[in-house]
């Protein structure tokens, strides 16, 4: 059994940055890769970044490529996705999720937390 929560999201500027942060519970957490998806209301949950469970490799969506970077530190049981020069295209609410093979759609993590609201103004 894994629970998440994030935190970090608010409100920026265009250009700024925001570091998000997933809290987990769980000893399998260590384990499991980590996805961050974000959602706008009315569009279906898009995958930002995914990490395996030893850093060893990641994966950005293109929209997010050079701007954000997702890493974890095991020891702390904490994910993170880094966000550098934030477009007002990146406001949604934004879901770290864990699963053992999680991959790009949102279905095959079976881990989530409960969002947390990132909004960027032009």
């Known amino acids: 059994q894994v629970q998440l929560v994030e935190s970090g999201g608010g409100l920026v500027q265009a250009g700024g940055s925001l570091r998000l942060s997933c809290a987990a519970s769980?000893?399998?957490?260590?384990?499991?890769?980590v996805g961050w998806f974000r959602q706008v209301s009315g569009k279906e949950r898009e995958r930002v970044a995914t990490?395996?469970?030893?850093?060893?490799?990641?994966y950005y969506a293109d929209s997010v490529k050079g701007r954000f970077t997702i890493s974890r530190d095991n020891a702390k049981n904490t994910a993170y996705l880094q966000m550098n020069s934030l477009k007002p295209e990146d406001t949604a609410t934004y879901y770290c999720?864990?699963?053992?093979?999680?991959?790009?759609?949102?279905?095959?993590?079976?881990?989530w937390g409960q969002g947390t609201q990132v909004t960027v103004s032009s």
């Open positions: 999720a864990a699963d053992e093979y999680g991959g790009s759609s949102a279905d095959e993590y079976d881990y």
């Open positions: 769980g000893r399998r957490f260590s384990t499991y890769r």
């Open positions: 990490i395996d469970w030893s850093s060893t490799w990641t």
